[in-house]
């Protein structure tokens, strides 16, 4: 019988999403739903005196207007341990219980009214009198202060300090050697789906349709805010019109709108603007990262220094990876690894597209690239040198790792060769042409799933999980999967996820998904099978896919079964502890730049991925080309600007913060190096939603510098920068 | 102030009392209960509202109800015929041109859009005619081809 996995089939969910019938968290309609919209501080830090709310209230169709002066006291019981999307310390904003305003754009209050309309008019008259406070606003200032993570303190909390021998002595007595800083501006996921919520209580039941990656932790946190037990509350998420890790976390507005709903007794729509997305919900924080790379003559690293400053807020830390990619994507006898935060009046950030992992990457790419100038040596040359055969940050050794292949493949493919040897030696026209490329790595996460399938009276399937689908195609690889372990056509399995009353399921993010809830599908699949054949002589099911459902079908009716079902939990084993597992990649790109105006065009970009097994090569390889746009972005446009005297955010929309358009966007190849993992998971899946990301802002400025001869060393690299102004 | 609207949604003529000051996006999800049409922005930065209005392409976030009064209103809920999807939804569907799919309601009304005016559009030409939606998933790629897929489909229909 051949598998669909592998197989590039077709989304399962393509013809409701097309159709403008996927119900993402704001189409839904309880009856008598009303609609909710946020009134925000104007100031960072300081406490509001005043909140005169009598226009809004005189507004037609206005409910209520709810703030910290009429909203009850609410439980907020802590949560023992913290949610893995949580960060460890510190403590999640609260809405409206007290005068305290700790960043500009934090909700202060909330007017309720009949039509969407009346509600942002109403907003729009709050009006809010402020004792104002002294805000650290600045980042220059701040980070003066920075501090190592306080989690790094705790047990399987993210390192501040990683050491191996003498990073510093070995940089000094180096004969090659980098020494620059790197400046990553906070980044904001701008998924096209703003966050949204729709609370409606029943009683002391609270349901949310609500935009989450993680269905069960937002039931869990909202059980805590309003201090009633998990079971009172049931979150419902079918489709995710993207996120990239902005819903991995329950954010303030999510109780604000269940708040809202218990007050007014109505079921409320509240959606945040798009201008509230850049305050309300997280983002990549601004990183300023130093490192010094010492190499000997041939260019072997003798010593890689790495020092990162990144954002946090004043009331949670929110603390990254950024040091794990220069401890162990290259060998290094010696290295010297430092995290700080500067605590800042700003939201708190969260985790973007492969977090952490591409700013760590991003700094040790660009150095990489300008050792390889001191070297005199080809920069592919250069990582090849230096290949890391086991990881030496963990000492542990690789449960798979095909790099090798993936730069053999892409340079081949890219032509590579054809690289021009000078910085600034190519011209076409008015066009520089340079090549640049870099590596990209992420770790292969996996956690505890569970599943649900059934075999219907028809032989049909249904399997069942509270897992996430925020554009990937969890849908369809999971049908996948399912499919093939009970031998059944991909059209007589409904996968179906996104509510809080399946059995539990991970976040959605980190690139798991397909590790963690695929193996539980494959487990309770396989379960079931097995207990179908308990049932009946193997010999008597057919191998032929479309008889298979036939086969169960009389099955069930011969032992009188409306149904057979099999539940099960399928748990990470011990590989994780014996092997280091990482996902790794190869970018290359070519850039051309106009010599008199200094634009910047990207007309080829090629990833080569080695990510374990690829359950649906047609939708992976889709997700890695959207992801190198991501990349291509935060080359080129992508920044968010603070007004750093008033800590307030200057280009929140869509038309001043810059995401790639279609005019942006020219030569996107991604491919796959075939590679079978054993150990990482029972599906030999690695993911490869995040690192489609990585690495490919490096391989666009290198390709800069190639082009031109300027190092730009400050993301994103602008037409201003490129002419050297 | 309300008044009664009269217009054509997806070929049904509707008339409903609306507030002077809704705007066309909240009429036609509120009102009329068609969800497909999407809100991404605060007005006129995503293109994820657009709709078709007499057979051009319209965001619906920065447009009044009562604007297209009499007007003939199609969204992307009244592309597909008798449960068939149409040759553009189709390719959208075969070639990718949705991740999250989120953009794609306003993407495939922009594209109708260019394909009622211009049957055989260049790849130029369909890019500039989706300049105004924007996409965070596919990286624009897919949808482009999408695009292309669907205008051979329906040159083989004809």
């Known amino acids: ?725 | 102030m309300r008044s009664v609207l009269s217009l054509t949604v997806n070929g049904r003529a509707r008339e409903d009392l609306v507030a002077d000051n809704m705007l066309l996006l909240d009429y036609l999800r509120e009102v009329a209960g068609l969800t497909g049409t999407k809100q991404g922005c605060d007005g006129g930065e995503c293109g994820a509202c657009t709709v078709l209005v007499d057979d051009q392409p319209r965001l619906a976030c920065s447009t009044l109800a009562h604007q297209v009064a009499g007007k003939r209103i199609e969204t992307i809920e009244g592309l597909a015929t008798r449960g068939r999807l149409s040759a553009l939804q189709q390719a959208f569907h075969e070639k990718l041109g949705t991740q999250c799919g989120f953009c794609t309601p306003g993407m495939i009304m922009a594209a109708e859009a260019l394909l009622r005016r211009n049957p055989d559009p260049s790849r130029d030409e369909i890019k500039a005619a989706l300049s105004g939606n924007l996409c965070r998933c596919t990286g624009y790629v897919k949808i482009v081809e999408s695009v292309e897929t669907a205008v051979r489909a329906r040159e083989a229909a004809e």
Not at chain 1, 415 to 437: E, F, I, K, N, T
Not at chain 1, 596 to 603: F, K, N, Q, S, T
Request: aromatic share 6%; with cysteine.
């Open chain 1, 1 to 725: 019988m051949s598998g669909s996995v592998g197989q590039p089939i077709d989304r399962v969910d393509g013809p409701a999403k097309v159709g403008g019938k996927a119900r993402y968290a704001a189409d839904f309609r309880p009856s008598g739903v009303v609609y909710g919209a946020i009134v925000t501080a104007a100031i960072a830090k300081g406490r509001i005196a005043a909140l005169d709310t009598t226009a809004a209230e005189a507004i037609p169709g206005v409910i209520s207007v709810i703030h910290h002066g009429n909203a009850p006291q609410l439980a907020y019981a802590p949560m023992d341990p913290r949610p893995i999307v949580d960060p460890k310390t510190g403590e999640a904003l609260r809405v409206f219980q007290n005068d305290q305003v700790l960043f500009a754009g934090q909700p202060i209050a909330l007017v309720v009214a009949e039509e969407p309309e009346q509600a942002i008019q109403a907003a729009a008259l709050v009006r809010a009198s402020y004792a104002v406070g002294n805000a650290a606003s600045d980042f220059s200032h701040a980070s003066l202060e920075a501090r190592p993570p306080e989690e790094s303190r705790h047990p399987g909390g993210k390192p501040g300090a990683l050491r191996r021998g003498d990073a510093d002595a070995a940089f000094a007595a180096a004969t090659r050697r980098v020494d620059a800083s790197y400046e990553q501006p906070a980044e904001f996921h701008c998924a096209i789906e703003l966050h949204g919520t729709i609370a409606r209580w029943d009683h002391d039941h609270l349901t949310l349709w609500d935009k989450t990656q993680w269905v069960d932790n937002d039931r869990t946190e909202m059980a805590h805010v309003f201090g009633i037990p998990d079971d009172n509350v049931r979150v419902i998420s079918p489709f995710v019109g993207g996120a990239f890790g902005s819903a991995l976390r329950s954010w303030p507005h999510v109780a604000a709108a269940a708040l809202a709903s218990l007050l007014v007794n109505r079921p409320v729509e509240l959606v945040l603007t798009r201008r509230q997305q850049f305050s309300s919900v997280g983002y990549r924080p601004r990183t300023v990262q130093r490192v010094r790379l010492g190499a000997d003559d041939n260019g072997r690293l003798t010593a890689v220094i790495h020092e990162a400053v990144a954002q946090t807020s004043a009331y949670e830390e929110y603390a990254e990876m950024v040091i794990e990619p220069p401890a162990m994507l290259y060998s290094t006898p010696t290295l010297r690894a430092d995290y700080r935060l500067a605590p800042m009046n700003v939201n708190t950030p969260c985790p973007m597209r492969a977090p952490g992992i591409v700013t760590g990457t991003l700094a040790l790419e660009l150095a990489m690239d300008e050792l390889a100038e001191a070297c005199d040596l080809d920069p592919l040359r250069l990582r090849l040198l230096n290949y890391a055969e086991r990881d030496e940050n963990k000492n542990l050794p690789w449960s798979s790792k095909s790099l090798r292949q993936c730069y053999a493949i892409g340079a081949e493919r890219f032509g590579w060769s054809r690289r021009p040897s000078a910085p600034a030696s190519r011209r076409d026209g008015h066009w520089l042409v340079g090549y640049g490329m870099a590596s990209a790595v992420y770790p292969a996460h996996r956690a505890p799933a569970t599943a649900h399938a059934e075999l219907r009276a028809d032989g049909t399937a249904s399997v069942t999980s509270a897992a996430s689908d925020m554009g990937p195609g969890t849908y369809t690889s999971m049908t996948q999967v399912a499919a093939d372990e009970l031998g059944l056509p991909i059209n007589a399995v409904q996968f179906e996820l996104g509510d809080s009353l399946m059995p539990p399921a991970p976040v959605h993010g980190g690139s798991m998904t397909m590790a963690s809830v695929g193996s539980a599908v494959q487990a309770a699949c396989r379960a079931l099978r097995a207990k179908a054949l308990d049932l009946e002589h193997p010999n008597r099911l057919p191998q032929d896919r479309g008889a298979m459902q036939q086969a169960y079908a009389r099955l069930l009716a011969r032992h009188r079964l409306d149904c057979l079902t099999a539940e099960t939990e399928a748990m990470p084993d011990d590989a994780a502890g014996r092997f280091s597992m990482y996902a790794f990649g190869a970018v290359f790109a070519e850039v051309r730049v106009d010599a008199e105006l200094g634009e910047i065009r990207v007309p080829r970009l090629l990833g080569v991925y080695a990510a374990g097994r690829i359950v649906n090569p047609k939708t992976a390889r889709s997700q890695c080309i959207g992801g190198m746009v991501g990349g291509l972005g935060m080359a080129l446009t992508e920044r968010g600007q603070w007004d750093d005297r008033f800590g307030k955010i200057m280009n929140a929309s869509l038309a001043d913060y810059l995401v790639p358009v279609n005019a942006d966007v020219q030569s996107i190849e991604a491919l796959f190096v075939p590679e079978e993992d054993p150990w990482v998971n029972p599906l030999g899946v690695k993911g490869v939603g995040e690192i489609a990301l990585v690495g490919v802002a490096p391989a666009i400025l290198n390709a800069i510098h190639n082009a031109t001869g300027r190092r730009i060393r400050s993301l994103p690299a602008t037409l201003e920068k490129v002419m050297g102004c």
